[in-house]
């Protein structure tokens, strides 16, 4: 693990492997260890960078909102000090929130584009007010009623029953957020952009990856952006809930690779 000043915040980040650069961005409420499979499979050809967002895993905690955009400016920053011009870009879940933020910031530096189990639009008015109550959650009770109440909706019910491996290493993923860093990233998702207009507007390679039975971000959502955006290829991958690199890891390895090679070549 290795730490750089970003702006305000010491952020921490695994920097692996060697070629075209990947930055993989984890969901909320993990950590940059959601990766591990695919900065295994990937760094004996590409260069796999994986920061934790501002308040995760072991960057600093940050108070108010950790928006979208802010977090998309770390990422551009941890480029910058690492001299990387141009990547492709690729977030799971909140993951995809901050690579939509980061490419519509920063779209010269955006080589191709993964978004999994995500979607483009805003909150609604009760899904932002659900968000601020888990904030107060998070502060007042710690993470592990948070971690049992998403399991459930995390993982596919075979999951859960059939794979205790799984369970805990999303679980301890979970207990291991900060909550002060849990309670910023949700008070800056419910503050996103809809970007439900702007991904027509994206001109690089995308793949979209969704669990088919992804409870939080459902399948409609990534056949929405499918059909915006241009140069865009779906994959969906069965048996897998949200976290869809951890169920279904070795065929969402093969369309990573299959994607990389196209695009990095």
Known sequence: ??????????LAYDDVGSGFPVVLIHGYPFNRSLWKEQVEALSS??????????????????EGPATMNRMAQDVAGLMDY??????????????GYVALAFVKQFPSRVKGLVLADTRAQADTEEGKQTRHQQAEKALSEGMAGIADAMLPKLLTPE???K????????????????????????????????????????????????????AITPLADSETMNSKIQHSRLVVLDNAGHVSNLEQTEHFNYALMKFLERVAA
Do not use: C, N, W
């Not at 050809?45 to 940050?62: A, K, M, Q, W």
């Not at 900060?178 to 439900?196: T, V």
């Open 1 to 10: 693990m290795t730490t750089t000043s970003i702006d305000d915040i010491q």
């Open 45 to 62: 050809s590409y260069r796999v960078v994986t920061p934790d967002l501002r308040g995760f895993g072991e960057s600093d905690t940050y």
């Open 82 to 95: 690492l001299g990387i011009d141009q990547a492709v870009i690729g977030g799971l879940s909140m993951g």
């Open 159 to 161: 999951t859960v029953s």
């Open 163 to 214: 794979r205790p491996e799984v369970v805990k290493r999303v679980r301890d993923m979970m207990l291991k957020t900060k909550p002060q860093g849990a309670a910023s990233a949700l008070l800056g998702m419910a503050e996103r952009e809809d970007q439900s207009e702007f991904i027509s507007t994206i001109g690089v390679p995308t793949m979209i990856v969704v669990g088919r039975e992804d």
